[in-house]
Each structure stands twice: as C-alpha cells, then as structure tokens.
Nanobody, 124 residues
Framework: QVQLVESGGGLVQAGGSLRLSCAASGRTFSSYAMGWFRQAPGKEREFVAAISWSGPITSYADSVKGRFTISRDNAKNTVYLQMNSLKPEDTAVYYC?????????????????WGQGTQVTVSS
C-alpha cells in the first residue's frame, strides 16, 4: 500500500513557475514508477509526466514538453513536478500516481495508487 500526498499548488500569473511535490508513504517507493496527471473542470483526467523507478526514463505530454520537469528523490520518498512558463490552460487539479510498471506511462489505468490532488490556477 502506498499513500500519496501532493502539495505546492496555488495561484500564479501566466509565465510564472510552481513546483509540486508528492510525498509517498511506505518503504518501497523506489519500486514504483510515478506519474503526474491533471484534470480541468469538465474535462477528462490527462497525462502530464512520468518517471521510472530510478529516474533515468521520463516522458511528457506534448503540451508541457520543454516547460515541465519531473524528478524524484527516492531517499525522501518524493516526486516533484517543476512547472515553468505556466499558461492559463495549465489550470487544473494535479494528481500524482504510483505504478508498479517500470516506466508508468500515459494511461491512468496503469497506476495503482493516487493522491487527492492539488489545485493549480494560472491567471492571465
């Protein structure tokens, strides 16, 4: 069992930056690929980024590539999402998720555990 708690969301102006954190419980954090997803009002949950067990493999949605960076610190049981050059269309609730697969990937059904989410609002 893995419990995930996101933090770091908030209100930011367009062009600004935020760093989201996701703290995981349990001693097997390094055995999970981690992903970030987001869901805007009235829209389906969409993939943002994922990182493999030990971090060498990352993947990103085209909409955030070059602006967002996913990273992890297995010693701290934490995964991060650095978000730069934020746009109003990035406004959503952001969720982190854990997957027993090696890379995680873009499909929500590949993930076994989910956090409660943190709100990110980007004003124009």
């Amino acid at each position: 069992q893995v419990q995930l708690v996101e933090s770091g969301g908030g209100l930011v102006q367009a062009g600004g930056s935020l760093r989201l954190s996701c703290a995981a419980s349990g001693r097997t954090f390094s055995s999970y690929a981690m992903g970030w997803f987001r869901q805007a009002p009235g829209k389906e949950r969409e993939f943002v980024a994922a990182i493999s067990w030990s971090g060498p493999i990352t993947s990103y949605a085209d909409s955030v590539k070059g602006r967002f960076t996913i990273s992890r610190d297995n010693a701290k049981n934490t995964v991060y999402l650095q978000m730069n050059s934020l746009k109003p269309e990035d406004t959503a609730v952001y969720y982190c998720a854990a997957s027993t697969s090696y890379t995680g990937g873009p499909h929500p059904r590949s993930y076994d555990y989910w956090g409660q989410g943190t709100q990110v609002t980007v004003s124009s």
